[in-house]
């Protein structure tokens, strides 16, 4: 079992930036391929960006290539989302989730986050 927080969400403005965080229980975090992604209401969660369970491989969505980045500090537990440039249609719940399979399809995360809002203003 792998209890997954996030952290880090917020209000902001239009081109802004924030940084989430996802700290994980388990010490065995390591080797789990990391994910974050985000849902608005009424619409299906949808992918951002994924990282294997050495850092050495990650993919964004195309809708956030070059604004986002994410990273993992395993010694820490954690991984972490860098949004920058934000803008309104990056308004959503982020989530960020742990598998065994480098995936973009929620469906195969096996631990999910509560989730964190990020609200960007125009």
């Known amino acids: 079992q792998v209890q997954l927080v996030e952290s880090g969400g917020g209000l902001v403005q239009t081109g802004d930036s924030l940084r989430l965080s996802c700290a994980a229980s388990r010490s065995t975090f390591g080797g789990n391929v990391m994910a974050w992604f985000r849902q608005t209401t009424g619409k299906e969660r949808v992918f951002v960006a994924r990282?294997?369970?050495?850092?050495?491989?990650?993919d964004y969505a195309d809708s956030v290539q070059g604004r986002f980045t994410i990273s993992r500090d395993n010694a820490k537990n954690t991984v972490y989302l860098q949004m920058n440039r934000l803008k309104p249609e990056d308004t959503a719940v982020y989530y960020c989730a742990a598998g065994d399979i480098y995936s973009v399809r929620p469906q195969q995360y096996n631990y999910w986050g509560q989730g964190t809002q990020v609200t960007v203003s125009s």
């Open positions: 990282i294997s369970g050495s850092g050495s491989n990650t």
